[in-house]
């Protein structure tokens, strides 16, 4: 028998288990919706599928992923098509499923001040729903060996136009979101530093690499990580999206397998990762994510959502009840 595709629903059927703790209330702060990329489709159809298997999701944060953009008009302006896009999506969403009660678009900070005018069609576009902006700082090195290829220029958290469009994101009580690679998390904390009047959303634990020239370098990586992490977690501005660790570029190689791994592989290879982020961030300041379907190359989503609670069962249950809603609905001011 052939080995079925990564990703695909024949794939990840093969590991079914019962859900965990299947009453915690669950906002996912981190998902994306496109027509077709890494081989698949996901939609809201997609997405109600999965929020729909098991776990009590309440909500969901839409992330930008250059999806829907407007083909024409001025190019700054094209994001804003995902959020009239994603808005409209959302508002048609049936009230027994759960609601998408966040968007966070994209938009040129390096535009400096004058970024407020894109802020602006965004917040008409989307209303309510929208909460903030992900420019993302990722800039790849070794790109031939990266299935998800980061492009931005390597100096961009240090570009004076971007900072100064940062903290106009800030002043006008917008969230920044962002993921890069680990070998840039000291640039991330240089750029918390230099901006504290905005709330930055670490996202991916800045994202360590373990395929390419990376693959052996694993333990170096994590020890130069832990204190990257300790040290940015002494912003009081930054907080840290936990999850996205399931990408094929982490090197796990879970998407190379005949099958995904269950929830208790899954935290077992995971744990030391989020055990050590929880306690310098705070359960306050973390909160869990799906990051799908990026990660749903590797592992279900309602395995996903049962291996997150494995790795935070030794936490108390108001701990648990910050990290998988709390803190979410705190930070992007959640209906």
Aim: aromatic share 10%.
């Amino acid at each position: 028998m052939d080995k079925p595709n990564p990703g695909t629903k024949d794939w990840l059927d093969q590991v079914v288990e019962p859900v965990l703790d299947p009453s915690r209330e669950i906002i996912d702060p981190h998902h994306h919706l496109w027509d077709f990329a890494f081989g698949n489709r996901y939609l809201i159809e997609e997405l109600m599928q999965d929020t729909g298997s098991g776990h009590n999701i309440i909500k969901t944060v839409y992330v930008e992923c250059g999806s829907f953009y407007n083909e024409t008009g001025p190019k700054h302006l094209r994001p804003v098509g995902e959020t009239t896009t994603v808005a409209k999506i959302a508002n048609g969403i049936s009230e027994n499923n759960p609601k998408i009660a966040g968007i966070v678009a994209r938009a040129d900070l390096t535009l400096g001040e004058e970024v407020e005018d894109v802020l602006n069609a965004h917040q008409k576009a989307g209303g309510n729903l929208f909460k903030g902006i992900r420019h993302a700082g990722a800039s790849a090195l070794d790109s031939d060996n990266l299935i998800i290829k980061g492009r931005a220029p390597k100096d961009l958290y240090s570009n004076i136009n971007f900072r100064r469009g940062l903290k106009r994101l800030g002043i006008l009580g917008y969230t920044y979101d962002t993921w890069h690679y680990h070998y840039q998390n000291r640039d991330f904390l240089s750029l918390a530093r230099a901006t504290p009047e905005t709330i930055l959303v670490l996202n991916h634990f800045g994202t360590p690499l373990g395929v390419g020239r990376y693959a052996s370098e694993k333990k170096s990586i994590f020890d130069q990580w832990k204190k990257d992490i300790k040290d940015i977690a002494e912003c009081p501005n930054v907080v840290a999206k936990l999850g996205g660790l399931a990408m094929p570029d982490n090197g796990y190689g879970w998407h190379e397998a005949k099958k995904p791994p269950d929830s208790k592989s899954f935290a077992e290879a995971q744990k030391h990762y989020y055990l050590h982020a929880i306690e310098v961030f705070g359960p306050e300041r973390c909160m869990f994510e799906s990051n799908f379907p990026v990660d749903k190359l590797s592992i279900s989503y309602p395995v996903l959502w049962n291996g997150l609670k494995r790795i935070a069962s030794q936490f108390t249950d108001k701990e648990q009840d910050k990290m998988f809603s709390g803190t979410a609905s705190r930070v992007y001011g959640l209906n």
